[in-house]
């Protein structure tokens, strides 16, 4: 506690105890305040932590003591108040103004100065005269004032009491300063607001000093100490002051060599230097000399700069570093050096992978954006917190410095699986927190592991974190760097890539067709379960075998039976660059009689640039497709042979049918010409020869010949409409009919008969066939209304369930519907020929065509009361 | 009537006889040569075998044909008739007992001038049998 002692305190508090009046109690007030706020500063100064303890105990019980004394006088000796005043006011000006480490302002309930001591004009830059009657905001920072926290700090000291905080505050000469601030509020004894105290203390130096520690404490000792890391500190002018072990191992100088000698740009790649130079140039607008300047040029300006460097050793080889640059300034902000600190990218143990992992690691540091630097004390309390720390993860670097460890932004389920598989791994309790981020770090094992970080706002993202131990000088542990770099997009893509090689997988694996991946010498790589089926493996090691281990147990041959030799297998094919489908294999187990058949395909893969980097053979068991294909193929044969028997048979039946009808046409009515007309002979010859009934009985001869002959035509009219040939016309019914019905009325005008014929029938159908339809159905109907008085003949078309049915109605003899199933058969007759004359063969010619045609024909009638026909087409 | 012959292509006696009784009940006195097979009709149209000798200038005033005929059919004889040029216009009559669409196609076909069926009915087929000589024998102008 600088400059008050338990002591001085008291030898002032013995001035106050003679003091009457609320100033004095604002003296003792402000001096316990004092008291109480140095040992608050005293955290920061560790040396002296117990002593301040113990003075500040002290302190504290004095001034419970000497306030329960003040109130006792304010009370007792209110009345004395008055004249004393003057008095003990002089007496506290000039207690107040001994106190030159602190500025103890009083401000008045609107905050404006009241009064100014040799502490405040020390402290903040203002003389007296200069700044009472002033708003106290003036020590503030514009932005600050802009926020409003002077009137804000005024308010909670009047509802609180007091206020307390650090912060920023700003001289009468413009430059800033951290200080302590104590805000008390000063009430009169009926509780209303009289005016502040304001207590400040600058602790800039306690402040640097904090920064200090920090910076060029051990945590900094470390890393410049670290073997894997060139520390390189310079003068303003780049002049090296400051080349840690880690430069001297990486570039091969002494220290000494370097030293007040040399400046960076002399260690690094001329080329790069001048590009970088030239660059920035470009970039900055203005001319950026290629030498030490072209390296720390942003970093002078207070941008954040890391970049690639090529250092040159003083072997003259090379090395690719990765730069961080900071400027280093006073306390005034004035820059008085910069440090240089670099990794080597090319010492990592496994070249390749370390120069893919050095790559996008140096990507990630360049976009500092996506990349995190978080390092902590040996306990985890995360020290520094880097930009890109904060952007990943929405803290402030003030929000988690000091505060917390990189385990509390991170997933603790996580944390607690790393704890225990670590624990088992290495044999001891691993406590699930810090201790299991770092544990193996913390034993020399370099450690890269994926990790969820937990952002402020509680989202998570995947990391990958390398974690290195800091080590001092002696190689003890004294922190930790966790550089993280987020894995989101990476782990996205490698769960999709996971995703659908598990798919993938289980669909290969469940595929029904064989797949056998092989590597270009023949040696089979994978096999499904397919093909461990098609195969009939028990031992799936069967199946993992070279491709000439086969011919041990397989004899393949062609689908007609000819050997293949092993050259000649399917995959032995692939392998030589072939692109196989369907092609058709009998395989057989040699000795047993397991035989199948096999359809292979399949193909080289290739890589990117066409180079083959296996070959992929695809099984499937066609054996009963085969047999199957076999049997049809043999019932199809067969159905052709059948049918061209058949076809055969039917040309013959029509040809003898043909023969036939031909024959009974030509022949059949010869005879009974004869027959007739001889007896029509006889009857003209030799008529005085025969009685009436000789002539009778010719009579009845030449009726049974003609008889016959009109069966005979009626017969081969319905041969003919069977065998003839049907062509398609539009044809119009209307038109038909009337000529049919001409036709009819034509063979006995003397009739009385009316014909009804709808307009604009028309359908599609053979004309010929129709016609003979009609012939018949009109032929029909015309007979059957012959003794009708007054016939009535109709013909039209109905519609029957959304089908177009023709009707041909008369109002003749009718017909009983018992027997109408036998109208349309041939020589079925329901009326006696004596009355209705007819071969019976009408009805079943019409019903053969319509038939034909695909339509259907019905009848609907009573006796004596006419029939229907129907027909469709 | 003229004295132009008739030629009667004819195989069946029966049928022979009722036509000569047809023409003679229609008073048809024109000369008539039957022929009872197909050899038998071109030997006399064309002068050959047992008509070789004969005056083909004179060709019938009309031939009644039959189609079914031994040895060579109708249709083959009329082919033959209209293949020759001398007897390519003379009048040829199918008369036959078949309606059979194919033959009464061909026979118009191979240049008929006509075809006639012969009906069971006989006072029918005198009737038909006197229309055709009223035709042919009188009405009809023959090709010069």
Same mark, same amino acid.
């Given at each position: 506690m600088p400059g008050l002692s338990a002591r001085a305190f008291f030898a002032n508090s013995q001035e106050v105890e003679r003091s009457f009046g609320w100033l004095s109690a604002v003296a003792v007030a402000t001096l316990a305040s004092l008291s109480l706020f140095g040992w608050t500063l005293g955290r920061f100064d560790a040396p002296h932590s117990i002593a301040l303890t113990t003075s500040s105990a002290a302190l504290f019980l004095v001034l419970v003591f000497l306030l329960g004394r003040l109130l006792y006088r304010i009370m007792a000796a209110r009345v004395r108040a008055e004249e004393a005043l003057s008095d003990s006011d002089e007496r506290f000006r000039l207690f107040v103004e001994g106190m030159h480490e602190y500025a103890i302002i009083l401000l008045d309930?609107? %905050? &404006?100065?009241a009064s100014w001591n040799t502490g405040a004009e020390r402290v903040k830059g203002y003389k007296s005269a200069e700044i #009472? %009657? &002033?708003? !106290?905001? #003036? !020590?503030?920072p514009p932005d600050e004032v802009a926020a409003g926290r002077p009137a804000m700090e005024l308010k909670l000291a009047a509802e609180q009491g007091h206020w307390e905080g650090e912060g920023w505050r700003v001289r009468a000469d413009g430059t800033r300063f951290w200080c302590r601030v104590l805000i008390t509020a000063l009430k009169d004894d009926t509780g209303r607001l009289r005016g502040f105290s304001k207590l400040t203390r600058d602790i800039t130096e306690g402040k640097s000093a904090e920064d200090a520690l920090l910076k060029a404490g051990a945590l900094q000792r470390a890393i410049f100490d670290s073997a894997n890391f060139s520390s390189i500190a310079t003068d303003a002018k780049g002049i090296i002051q400051i080349f840690n072990v880690g430069a001297e191992r990486m570039l091969g100088y002494t220290a000494a060599e370097v030293m007040n000698q040399i400046t960076p740009a002399e260690i690094s790649d001329p080329q790069e230097v001048i590009a970088r130079a030239q660059a920035l140039s470009l970039e900055c607008g203005t001319e950026i000399t290629p030498g030490f300047e072209a390296l720390v040029f942003k970093a002078s300006r207070g941008i954040e700069d890391i970049y690639e460097l090529t250092y040159v050793r003083k072997d003259g080889t090379r090395f690719p570093a990765v730069v961080s640059v900071t400027a280093l300034r006073d306390a005034q902000g004035s820059i008085i050096g910069y440090l240089l600190i670099g990794t080597d990218n090319?010492? &990592?143990?496994?070249a390749e992978e370390a120069l893919l992992k050095a790559g996008a690691l140096q990507r990630a540091i360049f976009d500092s954006a996506n990349f995190s630097s978080i390092a902590t004390d040996a306990k985890g309390i995360i020290q520094i917190f880097n930009v890109g720390a904060e952007r990943m993860l929405g803290y402030t670097a003030a929000e988690v410095m000091n505060q917390i460890t990189p385990a509390e932004i991170s997933d603790p389920q996580e944390i607690i699986a790393r704890a225990a598989a670590l624990s088992l791994e290495r044999g001891t309790t691993i406590n699930p927190g810090f201790e299991a981020l770092v544990f193996k770090a913390s034993r020399g094992i370099e450690d890269i592991y994926e990790l969820t970080y937990v952002r402020k706002d509680g989202t998570r993202f995947p990391a990958v974190v390398s974690v290195t131990a800091l080590r001092d000088a002696q190689g003890s542990i004294i922190g930790y760097l966790l550089i993280g770099t987020d894995n989101t997009a990476r782990k996205q893509a490698d769960d999709a890539l996971r995703k659908n090689e598990a798919q993938l997988q289980t669909i290969i694996e469940n595929l029904d067709e064989g797949v056998v991946v092989s590597a /270009?010498? %023949?040696? /089979?790589l994978h096999s499904n379960h397919a093909v461990r089926e098609l195969h009939g493996? #028990?031992?799936?090691? $069967?199946? &993992?075998? *070279?491709?000439?281990?086969f011919a041990e147990t397989f004899e393949l041959s062609g689908i007609d039976g000819t050997h293949l030799a092993k050259d000649q297998w399917p995959l032995a094919r692939i392998l030589r660059g072939e692109r196989l489908r369907g092609v058709e294999v009998r395989i057989r187990r040699i000795q047993t009689d397991w035989h199948r058949v096999f359809s292979y395909g399949g193909t080289l893969v290739q890589d990117a640039?066409?180079?083959?980097?296996m070959a992929v053979l695809t099984i499937s068991d066609i054996t009963e497709r085969r047999q199957a294909a076999d049997v049809i193929r043999q019932l199809n044969t067969d159905l052709e042979r059948r049918v061209i028997e058949r076809t055969t048979q039917l040309q013959t039946a029509n040809n003898e049918l043909e023969a036939f009808s031909y024959s009974v046409s030509h022949d059949l009515r010869a005879p009974l010409r004869s027959l007739d007309g001889f007896s029509q002979a006889l009857l003209e010859d030799y008529a005085d020869k025969l009685d009436a009934e000789g002539q009778n009985y010719l009579a009845r001869i030449r009726a049974g010949s003609q008889r016959m002959g009109l069966l005979i035509d009626d017969l081969l009219n319905l041969s003919r409409v069977s065998r003839g040939e049907m062509t398609r016309d539009l044809v119009n019914l209307s038109k038909m009919a009337n000529e049919v019905a001409d036709e009819m009325r034509a063979s006995a005008p003397e009739r009385a008969a009316e014909f009804v014929i709808a307009h604009g029938l028309v359908a599609e159908t053979d004309p010929r066939l129709l016609r003979i339809v009609l012939t018949n159905l009109f032929g029909n109907a015309w007979k059957f209304t012959a003794k009708q008085p007054s016939a009535r003949i109709e013909f039209g078309v109905s519609d029957e369930d959304g089908e177009k049915a023709y009707f041909l109605r008369d109002?003749?003899? %009718? +017909?009983?519907p018992a027997y109408s199933s036998k /109208? !349309?058969?041939? +020589?079925?007759? /329901? *009326? $006696?020929g004596v009355d209705f004359p007819g071969t019976g063969i009408g009805l079943a010619t019409v019903q053969r065509i319509v038939q034909r045609q695909g339509g259907r024909v019905w009848a609907e009638g009573k006796v004596d009361e006419g029939a229907t026909f129907h027909f469709t087409l | 009537m003229n004295e132009r012959t008739i030629l009667l292509v004819e195989d069946n006696a029966d049928d022979e006889l009722l036509t000569l009784r047809a023409l003679k009940k229609n008073n048809v006195q024109n000369s008539l040569v039957v022929a009872r097979d197909g050899v038998q009709a071109l030997d006399y149209v064309f002068g050959t075998?047992?008509?070789?000798?004969?005056?083909?200038?004179? @060709?019938?005033?009309l031939v009644l044909l039959? @189609?079914? @005929?031994?040895?060579?059919?109708g249709l083959e004889v009329l082919r033959r008739i209209r293949a020759d040029e001398r007897t390519r216009r003379m009048p040829v009559t199918v008369l036959t007992s078949s309606k059979e669409e194919q033959d009464v196609i061909k026979s118009y076909d191979l240049g008929a001038n006509s075809y006639i069926r012969k009906p069971v009915d006989f006072t029918q087929f005198t009737e038909a049998v006197r229309q055709l000589g009223m035709y042919w024998l009188m009405l009809n102008e023959v090709s010069p």
């Open positions: 309930r609107e %905050g &404006r100065v #009472v %009657g &002033r708003s !106290f905001s #003036v !020590f503030y090319t010492a &990592r143990k496994q /270009l010498d %023949g040696k /089979l493996y #028990v031992n799936p090691d $069967e199946s &993992r075998r *070279h491709l000439s281990e640039g066409g180079q083959p980097l109002n003749g003899a %009718g +017909f009983d /109208l !349309f058969g041939v +020589f079925q007759r /329901l *009326h $006696e | 075998g047992a008509y070789a000798g004969r005056d083909v200038t004179v @060709l019938p005033g039959d @189609l079914k @005929l031994p040895k060579i059919d």
